[in-house]
């Protein structure tokens, strides 16, 4: 099962792309091998390959049906992108649209587009590449971004990002993944840029949850008696609800995205909010609750953890 339902909410999960990333020593440097190890029982073999110590993501994309509109939550990181210095993510063919069409959802049935935040591996799909020009793949959808992040990454206002591993610094900066993924929407008319919070609908609201990007946001979603909250980047590993002090190398203000991660966990844990992360494997989100200094899975979601046969 790739799909659930909360409150008048439908949720779907549609995978792109499945595969150990990198080293946990190179993505969370304040982590120690203890750490890992201590959680071992409930991170492998979803979330993190003991053998190798690599972390084990995902880039998905979440389909959320609501007051009869179609609303893609992050797009991965899309096909034919020219990313040299993220290989495994360069010039990529992952039948996501297939795979998007399997969930029904044809590109022209979108409504609305959520970019979480403005990295290369969740803004990708909106666009393809159509006799050489990057047009959007969702032509009838409105894309809303923070303006913090458009601005923040816009290679015009010349800004060097801080967070690195290795060599995906290039592939998250400003320059290939704006110029062929976000400015080619925002010409045509399609984009929101927002500020402080957006009103999606009855049942979903945008706010912002910034450090690991300034713009960084949280989708909340409340319907009926259920409540969930869709988080992005906020948790890149669910070791991180344990050590939510552990922060990944990858962001931009890592003080603040710590903060951020804290208030919206207890948020979570004091309404029972299921958190969906952008790159969870295995269930993909989960039920926390507070314990000790952090928090632990009360419960997994529902979703198939098989990952659209990619796993």
């Known amino acids: 099962m790739q799909t659930i339902t909360l409150g008048d909410v439908e949720i779907t999960r549609v995978v792109e792309w499945h595969a150990p990333i990198a080293p946990t020593t190179a993505i969370f440097p304040s ?36 007051e009869g509109r179609t609303i893609l939550i992050d797009t991965g990181v899309g096909d034919d992108k020219d990313r040299p210095d993220m290989p495994s993510w360069s010039h990529l063919r992952t039948g996501y649209l297939d795979r998007l069409a399997a969930a029904g959802v044809r590109p022209e049935d979108v409504d609305v587009v959520v970019n979480t935040h403005a990295h290369s591996d969740h803004v990708g799909w909106n666009t393809r590449l159509v006799d050489g020009e990057w047009v959007p793949t969702f032509p009838n959808a409105t894309y809303l971004f923070s303006k913090a992040d458009f601005d923040y990454w816009n290679p015009a206002n010349g800004h060097t990002p801080r967070g690195t591993l290795g060599d995906i610094t290039v592939a998250r900066a400003g320059g290939g993944m704006f110029q062929d993924s976000v400015l080619p929407v925002h010409r045509e008319g399609l984009t929101v840029l927002w500020e402080d919070g957006y009103r999606i609908d009855g049942n979903l609201a945008l706010e912002p949850a910034p450090g690991h990007t300034p713009g960084s946001a949280v989708v909340r979603l409340a319907s009926g008696t259920d409540r969930a ?19 990944p190398c990858l962001s931009e203000d890592e003080e603040q995205a710590v ?49 659209n046969g990619l796993r």
């Open 229 to 247: 909250l869709f988080i992005g980047d906020l948790v890149h590993s669910p070791l991180q609800f344990a050590e939510p002090d552990c922060e």
């Open 259 to 307: 903060r951020s991660r804290r208030r919206v966990l207890a948020e979570a844990a004091d309404t029972r909010a299921l958190v969906f992360p952008a790159h969870l494997s295995g269930h993909g989100a989960a039920e926390v609750r507070r314990e000790g200094g952090g928090f632990a899975v009360e419960r997994w979601a529902a979703f198939d953890p098989e990952l």
């Open 31 to 66: 982590s120690t091998p203890e750490m890992w190890q201590e959680h071992k029982s409930w991170l492998a073999p979803d979330f993190w390959d003991p053998e190798t110590d690599a972390l084990v993501a995902t880039v998905q994309t979440w389909v959320l049906r609501s």
